[in-house]
């Protein structure tokens, strides 16, 4: 069965500190993938995905991330983070066959301090 | 500017009371969907409509109506069936859904609460 795992269900960082927030997925082959950013009462933005090619991606407002195969990873990280990155960050998958539909991980709240 | 707009923002039910929550979108875009979203859990998709006039079930559709008589447009009914609709609603869209290069297109959501 498919899954996305996201194990931090809450991370605190100081700002200007540098941030990794972890995924991990189930499926039966390399699917997509994705991050969202969800800020309180919002929708959800998009802030990088992987299809192919080079494992280390880079998004938007400064966030990166690296698929890992041999991991069943794609975690986001960011050098130094701002307090407007607080947030709900999400990871999702989605399958590479026509008709797959995403999957999302429970989400990583972001708190940053000053 | 092109966009997803979700209404109302915050919408109460009574026992019993049908409600409608509303998605209109201007990105043309042929895929639409209504994902629920509960404190500490991901995203729960409920229905999806690839075409005008055409829509499917999601993983967690009892209790929910939906209507796809326009492209832009793609109201999501609670019904007094579900007996937990207290929760974020969010409408997405996509260009075609299953593509393999979909991304989704969110809407700001909708809070539902029961009174």
């Given at each position: 069965a498919q899954s996305v795992t996201q194990p931090d269900i809450h991370i605190t960082v100081s700002e200007g500190a540098s941030l990794e927030l972890r995924c991990n997925y189930s499926y039966g082959a390399t699917p997509y993938l994705f991050w969202y950013v969800q800020s309180p009462g919002q929708g959800l933005q998009l802030l990088l995905k992987y299809?192919?090619?080079?494992?280390l991606v880079q998004g938007i407002k400064g966030f990166e991330a690296e698929f890992k195969r041999s991991q069943s990873s794609f975690n986001l990280r960011k050098p130094s983070v701002h307090w407007s990155d607080a947030a709900e960050y999400f990871c999702a998958v989605k399958g590479r066959n026509t008709g797959n539909q995403f999957y999302f991980g429970t989400g990583t709240s972001l708190t940053v301090i000053p | 500017d092109g966009g997803i707009t979700q209404s109302p923002k915050y919408l109460f039910r009574k026992e019993g009371q049908n409600v409608t929550l509303s998605c209109e979108q201007?990105?043309?875009?042929d895929a639409m969907y209504w994902y629920r979203q509960d404190p500490g859990q991901g995203l729960r998709l409920i229905y999806y409509s690839q075409i005008v006039n055409d829509f499917q079930k999601g993983d967690i559709a009892e209790g929910y109506s939906v209507s796809r008589e326009k492209k832009e447009s793609f109201p999501l009914t609670v019904t007094?069936?579900?007996?937990?609709?207290?929760a974020f609603y969010l409408c997405a869209s996509s260009?075609?859904?299953?593509?393999?290069?979909e991304k989704l297109f969110f809407g700001s959501g909708t809070q539902l609460s029961v009174l």
């Amino acid at each position: 069965a498919q899954s996305v795992t996201q194990p931090d269900i809450h991370i605190t960082v100081s700002e200007g500190a540098s941030l990794e927030l972890r995924c991990n997925y189930s499926y039966g082959a390399t699917p997509y993938l994705f991050w969202y950013v969800q800020s309180p009462g919002q929708g959800l933005q998009l802030l990088l995905k992987y299809f192919s090619g080079d494992t280390l991606v880079q998004g938007i407002k400064g966030f990166e991330a690296e698929f890992k195969r041999s991991q069943s990873s794609f975690n986001l990280r960011k050098p130094s983070v701002h307090w407007s990155d607080a947030a709900e960050y999400f990871c999702a998958v989605k399958g590479r066959n026509t008709g797959n539909q995403f999957y999302f991980g429970t989400g990583t709240s972001l708190t940053v301090i000053p | 500017d092109g966009g997803i707009t979700q209404s109302p923002k915050y919408l109460f039910r009574k026992e019993g009371q049908n409600v409608t929550l509303s998605c209109e979108q201007n990105l043309n875009h042929d895929a639409m969907y209504w994902y629920r979203q509960d404190p500490g859990q991901g995203l729960r998709l409920i229905y999806y409509s690839q075409i005008v006039n055409d829509f499917q079930k999601g993983d967690i559709a009892e209790g929910y109506s939906v209507s796809r008589e326009k492209k832009e447009s793609f109201p999501l009914t609670v019904t007094s069936a579900q007996k937990n609709p207290t929760a974020f609603y969010l409408c997405a869209s996509s260009i075609a859904r299953g593509q393999p290069n979909e991304k989704l297109f969110f809407g700001s959501g909708t809070q539902l609460s029961v009174l």
